[in-house]
């Protein structure tokens, strides 16, 4: 049998209303540096060629993302993801990985990640109320942005990359478990 608080819903040990925006917050910003590793890793290869315009500006557009969580991290003193070394290194990798087998496969990591932070997004602006409606406001505007990347990467090949299927699972995968890193830790 489960029992939920009568004045919640929450179960016992289920995090509080604050302590799930923090970890909207912490998450967030996570995410949106670890977009930004992805891209850098991607223009370290990439950066010459045709595709090099497009993900500069889809860089340029996560760093305006990364600027307003920062903001907030600082505001409502949020404690950073403590794996943002791992973000670090796991971004760039990511990015200089799927590059290397070409734009389209950039591209399609690019639309995969998207496609989950779509998701993402679209659960935290369910979740949160007017009470956050800020919060709320930001992270339906950033769902449309990264929706807008995704759809970019499509227009620029990416599901003729190689091994598409599996390369996008993989990429999927891994940024389904960062999330729950992220959010956690």
Known sequence: MTTTTPTTGRLPGDPTREELVERMIRVDHAGEY????????QLAVLGRSPAGPVIREMAAKEREHLETFSRLVV?????????????????????????????????????????VIDEHYDSQVRMLGDDEAELRAICEQYREE????????????????????????????????????AERF
Do not use: D, N
């Not at 990511?94 to 496609?115: P, Q, R, S, Y």
């Not at 227009?155 to 996008?168: D, F, K, M, Q, S």
């Open 146 to 181: 990264e929706v807008e990347h995704g759809a970019t990467a499509v227009e620029h090949g990416a599901r003729e990359a190689i091994a598409y299927r599996p390369l996008t699972a993989v990429v999927k995968a891994g940024s389904r478990a960062a999330i729950w890193l």
């Open 75 to 115: 505001e409502r003193r949020v404690r950073p993801s403590a794996l943002q070394p791992i973000w670090h290194v796991a971004g760039f990798a990511l990015g200089a990985a799927t590059a290397l087998l070409g734009a389209k496969a950039a591209m399609a990591c690019t639309e995969a990640v998207e496609e």
């Open 34 to 41: 670890g977009a930004i590793r992805i891209y850098e890793g």
